[in-house]
């Protein structure tokens, strides 16, 4: 089992930033591919971004790419999303994940953290 807690949400103006953290206990991250998928109220959960267990191949949703960056250190056993530029858009409760394999779909993922809130003012 790996019991995943994320961290770092909060209320931000648009254009600025947050990080992300999610820990892992149980097991070794460095066993899994991780990622971040959010959703917002009213919609179905949506894929953000997602990195392999190394760390050297990353994958962006097209609404994040170029403000939203992955990263994962292993030996922290720990994942982030730094989050730029933000937009009202982006609000939402964000969740991290880890599965044996490194994909877009939610069905990739066997564990999944509570998730923290972002939320974008305008």
């Known amino acids: 089992q790996v019991q995943l807690v994320e961290s770092g949400g909060g209320l931000v103006q648009a254009g600025g930033s947050l990080r992300l953290s999610c820990e892992a206990s149980?097991?070794?991250?460095?066993?899994?591919?991780m990622g971040w998928f959010r959703q917002a109220p009213g919609k179905e959960r949506e894929f953000v971004a997602t990195?392999?267990?190394?760390?050297?191949?990353?994958y962006y949703a097209d609404s994040v790419k170029g403000r939203f960056t992955i990263s994962r250190d292993n030996a922290k056993n720990t994942v982030y999303l730094q989050m730029n530029s933000l937009k009202p858009e982006d609000t939402a409760v964000y969740y991290c994940a880890a599965g044996p394999r490194y994909g877009i779909s939610p069905h990739a993922y066997a564990y999944w953290g509570q998730g923290t809130q972002v939320t974008v003012s305008s």
């Open positions: 149980g097991r070794t991250l460095s066993n899994y591919a």
């Open positions: 990195i392999n267990w190394s760390g050297g191949d990353t």
